[in-house]
C-alpha cells in the first residue's frame, strides 16, 4: 500500500481515513470467576428416644409461655361453662399462679404489658388456631 493511495468511499488517504484502518481487535473476554462450590445437603440419621435431650446445664426460662398456658385457659372456660371474658380469664390465670409467677412474668414487654399476660393471649391464639377455641368476639374467649 502506498501513500498516495485514496479511500474510494471518502476521497481521502487511506492512511487519513477511517475506512481504510482495519478495525480495532476487542480485548479478550476477561476470565469468567469459578462457579461457587454447591453446597450439598445430607440428610443425618439420629436415633429416635422417648428420653428428653439432655443439655450440658440445665436452662430455666424466666417467664411462663405460653404453651404451659394453654391447658389453664381450657380448664378456666371449662369450669365457666365455655366462655368468658378477657378480663375474667386473666384474673383467673393470676389467681391459680398466685406464687408460682416465674421471676420474668412480672415484666413488661416493649408494649407495656405483663409477659405472663401476652403468654396468655398467645395461648389463646395458639389454642384458635388448633381449633380448640373460635373467635367469637372482641375480648371473648369462647371454646369450640
Known amino acids: 500500500m502506498n501513500g498516495d493511495d485514496y479511500c474510494e468511499l471518502c476521497d481521502l488517504r487511506l492512511s487519513e ?3 481504510g484502518r482495519p478495525a480495532p481487535t476487542p480485548p479478550p473476554p476477561a476470565p469468567k470467576a469459578a462457579p ?13 428416644s422417648n428420653e428428653p435431650p439432655v443439655s450440658a446445664r440445665a436452662t430455666q426460662r424466666r417467664w411462663t409461655s405460653s404453651a404451659e ?3 389453664m385457659v381450657i380448664a378456666i372456660l371449662e369450669e365457666a361453662g365455655g366462655d368468658l371474658g378477657n378480663d375474667e380469664v386473666l384474673e383467673q390465670i393470676a389467681e391459680r399462679l398466685g406464687d408460682h409467677f416465674r421471676p420474668g412474668d412480672q415484666d413488661k414487654t416493649p408494649t407495656g404489658e405483663l409477659r405472663w399476660q401476652l403468654a396468655a393471649r398467645k395461648a389463646r391464639q395458639q ?3 388448633q381449633g380448640v377455641m373460635t373467635k367469637s368476639g372482641p375480648g371473648r374467649w369462647t371454646l369450640a
Open 17 to 19: 481515513c477511517h475506512h
Open 36 to 48: 461457587a462450590p454447591r453446597k450439598t445437603t445430607t440428610t443425618r440419621r439420629v436415633a429416635v
Open 69 to 71: 398456658l394453654e391447658p
Open 127 to 129: 389454642l384458635i388456631a
